[in-house]
């Protein structure tokens, strides 16, 4: 009678091992591919070395990720969220601690002061896609689907903003505002070429779009967009 028993538990452990090695070997890939996508450009990187950089087969990255654009996705889905975990940003505390924020410039604020902490690895990779999609109809496909992505999400937070009762624009214009602040090429010109630090360039994005799209409560008094400090 024990006998279907441990064959049973074997299987389920090898089935645990199987999917942790090949967590680690996804793990591993997104890693090297990002080293190699911003090393030597999306276009002149192959599979195989990325592979081989990776410890992998190039059936393995196949299997996982379909071909080269499903692995530069993957990238940059990570470098928005900081992992790889099956979770939309809108599941994440981050997110929910913005949309449950009750006053919309202390939203902004917060929301500012996440672009802070994630541009400096999301961005530069969202400009590999959009370079690489000049050149490469896979990687033009992946920044469509990236920009796409963000302009519904800032669909949603114009929403929420507007929710809020102190909108001074339509929704429609908060959210295209929002998608042109949000973008890489702003933090690509503020940072990357000007030497601006992230502190300040999500100090300027918040500022900045709450004197473009919220009213002030009486009395109050929205500070310059040009009075940030460096």
């Given at each position: ?33 990002r080293d190699r996508f ?193």
């Amino acid at each position: 009678m024990s006998e279907p028993v441990k064959r049973h538990r074997s299987r389920r452990y090898d089935s645990s091992r199987r999917q942790q090695q090949a967590d680690q070997n996804r793990a591993a890939v997104l890693a090297a591919a990002r080293d190699r996508f911003l090393v030597d450009g999306y276009t002149a990187t192959t599979l195989a070395a990325v592979a081989g950089a990776a410890g992998v087969s190039v059936e393995t990255i196949y299997k996982a990720f379909a071909n080269k654009a499903g692995v530069l996705k993957a990238v940059v889905d990570v470098a928005i969220a900081g992992d790889d975990e099956p979770r939309q940003m809108a599941d994440r505390d981050v997110i929910g601690a913005i949309v449950n924020e009750p006053d919309p410039a202390r939203k902004l604020e917060r929301y500012g002061a996440h672009l802070a902490d994630t541009m400096p690895r999301s961005a530069p990779v969202q400009l590999l896609a959009r370079d690489a999609a000049a050149a490469d109809s896979g990687a033009a496909d992946v920044w469509a689907q990236i920009r796409g992505e963000i302009l519904h999400a800032m669909t949603l937070f114009a929403e929420n903003l507007g929710a809020t009762g102190r909108l001074r624009v339509s929704t429609d214009e908060a959210r295209d505002l929002l998608w042109t602040y949000h973008s890489p090429e702003l933090y690509e010109l503020l940072v990357l070429e000007r030497g601006w630090t992230p502190a300040r360039y999500g100090d300027f994005f918040a500022a900045a779009v709450t004197a473009a799209l919220i009213e002030p409560k009486p009395g109050s008094r929205l500070g310059r967009v040009t009075g940030i400090t460096p």
